[in-house]
């Protein structure tokens, strides 16, 4: 699941950083910004969905594959 989150984060980086390179290495810094908030905002609703590994005995990842 976390390897979804990546590639999306790496999409919307691509296209960001397309999309701004109007504005130069500033574009570029603030697309890299934005695709890291997406990605950071995406892993936590994953996380937060799973149960704790303390709870059920299986971690997060292994919940998710």
Known sequence: MLLRV???????????AYSLTGLGLPGVC???ALAV?????????????A???????VSPARAAG
């Open 6 to 16: 990546t590639l999306l984060g790496t999409a919307v980086q691509l296209a960001l």
């Open 30 to 32: 603030v697309a890299l």
């Open 37 to 49: 908030a997406v990605q950071c905002a995406l892993a936590g609703v994953l996380f937060r969905r």
């Open 51 to 57: 149960p704790a590994q303390e709870e059920t005995g």
